[in-house]
T-cell receptor, first 116, second 112 residues
Framework: QKEVEQNSGPLSVPEGAIASLNCTYS??????FFWYRQYSGKSPELIMS????GDKEDGRFTAQLNKASQYVSLLIRDSQPSDSATYLC????????????????FGEGTQLTVNP | NAGVTQTPKFQVLKTGQSMTLQCAQD?????MYWYRQDPGMGLRLIYY???????DKGEVPNGYNVSRLNKREFSLRLESAAPSQTSVYFC???????????FGPGTRLTVT
């Protein structure tokens, strides 16, 4: 089982619609969850962080976390063509050694296309 | 603030050549990371450093070495490049408190 799995894409939505991106993770000890946006040929850009169960809204973006179901999602309302990108879900994995710190494990990404 | 910077932006190597990818951050972050990204494979962690003086292997460390030179700088070295190391390499850094990682612009490496 992969540590982080995202819904397979590509996902295509019309302009103005809601885009829904989903992610599941395997480590029940994970406490921190992130969504990154990556435009073609560019580096990943952090767009949302969520640490507790429930919804977190930032402009047109809403992240939802359900730790019991090990599920995190990203909703993009009023989708725009400029939202067309690959969206990466990332989950924090705490190191097992005291000096290891922590690291993120990324899903493979979901490619979103918003059609004008 | 420049954030995370990487040099070079592009590099072409012949098989067996060596090179060092440089990364620096000016956000006073404790942790730094090196990833590679290949089509269909997502981001894979090569090495990371939780703090100055420590380094740990990630998912795909073979063929690479790293040095955490100081709090700002974290370099990745390919001692004997192989075509399988053709990839885009990203450096990232994060604050210990939030775990939010911020990425540099990347280095596109081709090994022929």
């Amino acid at each position: 089982q992969k540590e982080v799995e995202q819904n397979s894409g590509p996902l295509s939505v019309p302009e103005g619609a809601i885009a829904s991106l989903n992610c599941t993770y395997s480590d029940r000890g994970s406490q921190s969850f992130f969504w990154y946006r990556q435009y073609s040929g560019k580096s990943p850009e952090l767009i949302m962080s969520i640490y507790s169960n429930g919804d977190k809204e930032d402009g047109r973006f809403t992240a939802q976390l359900n730790k019991a179901s090990q599920y995190v999602s990203l909703l993009i309302r009023d989708s725009q063509p400029s939202d067309s990108a690959t969206y990466l879900c990332a989950v924090n994995i705490v190191g097992r050694r005291e000096t290891s710190g922590s690291r993120l494990t990324f899903g493979e990404g979901t490619q979103l296309t918003v059609n004008p | 603030n420049a954030g995370v910077t990487q040099t070079p932006k592009f590099q072409v190597l012949k098989t067996g050549q060596s090179m060092t990818l440089q990364c620096a951050q000016d956000m006073n972050h404790n942790s730094m990371y090196w990833y590679r990204q290949d089509p269909g494979m997502g981001l894979r962690l090569i090495y990371y450093s939780a703090s100055e003086g420590t380094t740990d292997k990630g998912e795909v460390p073979n063929g690479y070495n790293v040095s955490r030179l100081n709090k700002r700088e974290f370099s990745l070295r390919l001692e004997s490049a192989a075509p399988s190391q053709t990839s885009v390499y990203f450096c990232a850094s994060s604050a210990r408190e939030t775990y939010e990682q911020y990425f540099g612009p990347g280095t596109r490496l081709t090994v022929t």
